[in-house]
């Protein structure tokens, strides 16, 4: 009798303990569904008894350095069917297809489809075809309003702004590269239904308001922007090139205050259905695109030169040394390397570094690049940026191409020392002759200063120059600058010298490379100058690519650049040099 108690006690007990677990597993479960899944769940729910029409923000607008509206977003509207509110589909279908010059059986196909709460029948429309829309009051259609990306000047800094695909996510250039700050957040208006998605006559309806994208201010100038785009223009139709670009780049900052490449695409006109046009005239070639510079490179060598030679290395020359004789001709490696010219007047012989820059003699930077040997030379190709990206706020920057120090023979140096056999891109050029004329700081470009909220105006994010390292003293940068001063006062650079005003520069001639061979008849002209030199302020590089006719850098580039300066002067009213 006792034992039989026991029994039931042991048994009553672990029904007890088992009821317990259950319930705890219970209680557990609907708390992790609680918990865990609730909020999930409350969206599915909120799923199957309310219909969202989306309300697409506005994208941000993009001004210049002064303000001046470059890309802003007007109201167009994205037209909706439901398909279960849909009363008349033939009807329907006749009207928007002869409204919308859409195929009818398409359109009545969208209409009539089961399954789906909303499906888009076409977007960016004009408030025009909207209102007429309206005016046929079709039951179950809707029209939701979105903003139109629009270019003020259409085909103008179209590489640099770049554009957007059909629902507004930035696609290439600053419309990609600053997406997320110009977007905005999306909205959305939702409608009560019922099971089958009907709208309920006794349904709320909640409006979420859409948060449009901020204001990205650029370091561009829209004058100087207009000024080289009018002279790009113009070198387009005299000298007939398969391209002309230029970037115009402020030396002790590093902003980028015109930035263009012409042929071009309008933004407001863009030939989606020719992909391959659309992708060669919309790429920012001035960034992404790698060219021999020519002799416009024989700055690098020449500032390195003076500078180890001011750190007292014995394989440099100071600005005074005299080269000697020259016949013009060097061999390095059983290569034959030749000057561009024979320089009449025996201009090859007793040369100093600035005889040799006025001159441009290939001869005597060879032989200064294998003096310094190639440890120094490509310790200065570094220093200068080259082989690296500059780290712009860009998609799609190159880095260059550059012989890897371990394999480079004496006759790539004595090449590179002249600016062949490495390749650049236009930016790693200009940022690099930045640093050798301001005072030796390598600055790091940037196209942005500030992105800012429009309703209240407060700076979200600012950027400022950025120093990237020391180059080369200001000693050495300053008898660059009077070198490069020379150039254009009284050789190769002349054609861009402007009365009354100190500038700068250097040409360059390059014979293009076509499936690894040099290409008769094919180069690439150039000059990088800036002024005043007194006081480097701003920096211009022009790159007319496969000129017709001359093809000199000094004849084909100089003018333009010069021309671009001098517009320079009056628009900023800059006095005379001193």
């Not at 060097?330 to 012989?349: E, F, L, P, Q, Y």
Request: proline content about 3%.
């Amino acid at each position: 009798m006792q034992n039989s108690y026991y029994i039931t006690k042991k048994r009553l007990l672990s029904l007890l303990v088992a009821a317990i677990f259950l319930f705890g597993v219970i209680f557990l479960r609907l708390g992790y569904i609680q918990v865990v899944w609730g909020k999930d769940l409350r969206v599915r729910a909120s799923e199957q008894w309310l219909r969202d029409l989306p309300l697409r923000a506005y994208r941000g607008d993009i001004v210049d350095s002064n303000g001046k509206l470059l890309a802003t977003t007007t109201t167009g509207y994205t037209l909706y069917a439901r398909p279960q509110s849909v009363e008349d589909a033939e009807r329907t279908s006749d009207i928007l297809s002869e409204i919308l010059g859409i195929d009818r059986d398409t359109l009545y196909e969208k209409i009539t489809k089961r399954g789906v709460s909303e499906v888009t029948l076409k977007r960016q429309l004009t408030s025009d075809v909207a209102e007429e829309i309206r005016q046929n009051d079709l039951v179950g259609i809707y029209l939701a309003s979105e903003g139109l990306r629009s270019y003020v000047y259409g085909d103008f800094l179209s590489q640099v702004l770049g554009f957007v695909s059909s629902d507004g996510v930035g696609q290439t250039g600053l419309e990609a590269y600053y997406d997320k700050y110009l977007q905005g957040l999306n909205g959305m208006l939702l409608t009560e239904t019922d099971l089958v998605g009907d709208e309920l006559e006794s349904g709320n309806t909640t409006y979420i308001p859409a948060v449009n994208g901020l204001t990205v201010t650029l370091t561009i100038d829209a004058v100087i922007q207009t000024i080289v785009e009018n002279i790009l223009q113009l070198a387009m139709y005299q000298q007939n090139p398969q391209s002309a670009r230029c970037i115009v780049l402020d030396v002790n900052t590093g902003e980028i205050l015109a930035m263009a490449s012409k042929p071009s695409v309008d933004l407001n006109n863009l030939p989606r259905d020719n992909v391959e046009y659309l992708m060669k005239y919309s790429k920012n070639t001035l960034l992404t695109d790698v060219y021999e510079p020519g002799s416009t490179f024989k700055i690098l060598t020449a500032s390195a030169c003076l500078e180890e030679y001011h750190k007292g290395n014995p394989r440099a020359f100071s600005a005074e040394h005299v080269f000697g004789n020259s016949s013009g001709i060097r061999i390095v490696d059983g290569s034959k390397i030749s000057c561009w010219t024979k320089h009449a007047n025996g201009k090859h012989s007793n040369q100093t570094l600035s005889d040799a820059l006025n001159n441009s003699c290939n001869p005597i930077f060879t032989d200064i690049a294998l003096s310094l040997g190639k440890a120094t030379m490509y310790d200065y190709l570094e220093k200068f940026g080259y082989g690296k990206a500059t780290g712009i706020d860009f998609i799609g920057e190159q880095a260059g191409i550059l012989v890897p120090e371990s394999t480079v023979t004496n006759g790539d140096l004595a090449r590179i020392g002249f600016g062949q056999t490495i390749a650049v891109t236009a930016l790693q050029l200009c940022v690099a002759t930045a640093a050798a004329v301001n005072g030796g700081l390598l600055m790091k470009p940037y196209l942005v200063k500030e992105i800012s909220d429009p309703i209240t105006g407060k700076t979200v994010k600012h950027f400022s120059p950025t120093i990237v390292n020391r180059v080369i003293s200001e000693e050495t940068s300053q008898q660059i600058a009077a070198m490069l001063k020379k150039v254009v006062d009284e050789c190769g650079g002349k054609n861009a010298r402007i009365e009354g005003y100190n500038v700068g520069g250097k040409t360059g001639t390059a014979q293009k490379f076509v499936d690894g061979k040099l290409a008769t008849g094919k180069y690439v002209s150039s000059f990088v100058g800036f002024f005043p030199v007194e006081s480097p302020k701003y920096l211009v590089l022009m790159i007319i690519d496969e000129p017709q006719g001359q093809s000199y850098g000094s004849i084909v580039a100089a003018p333009y650049a010069g021309s671009i300066f001098r517009e320079i002067i009056n628009y900023k009213n800059i006095p005379p040099s001193q």
